[in-house]
């Protein structure tokens, strides 16, 4: 069973880039037709899909976070990892990596979660 774990700084100030990794193991980020995606949560809100990377290292970005959201992987590591720009306070939340049927879906396993804050 495919076990995840992120892992990130934890406190960022405003403007400066975040950079969190996802460690998988019992399964290879890949492995054929699995997503291996990037979700947070905000206070008080939903659960935002960020972007995907899939097992053919093609990404894919949530329009509404602009350019400021990458997502790169280490095929020898088995991680994966996200990069967040010019970080504001709203980009405060708890962060997610999970592994997806679907490119966008949000559904899937996913690790403990790791809390962002973003504040001078």
């Known amino acids: 069973q495919v076990q995840l774990r992120e892992s990130g700084p934890g406190l960022v100030k405003p403007s400066q880039t975040v950079s969190l990794t996802c460690s998988v193991s019992?399964?290879?980020?890949?492995?054929?037709?699995?997503?291996w995606a990037w979700i947070r949560q905000a206070p008080g809100k939903e659960l935002e899909w960020m972007g995907s990377?899939?097992?053919?290292?093609?990404?894919s970005y949530n329009p509404a976070l602009d350019s400021r959201v990458s997502i790169s992987r280490d095929t020898a590591k088995n991680q994966f990892t996200l990069l967040v720009t010019s970080v504001t306070p709203e980009d405060t939340a708890t962060y997610y990596c999970?592994?997806?049927?679907?490119?966008?879906?949000?559904?899937?396993?996913r690790g403990p979660g790791t809390q962002v804050t973003v504040s001078l």
């Open positions: 999970s592994k997806e049927r679907f490119r966008a879906s949000v559904m899937g396993p």
């Open positions: 019992g399964g290879s980020i890949s492995t054929l037709f699995w997503y």
């Open positions: 990377i899939d097992s053919n290292g093609r990404t």
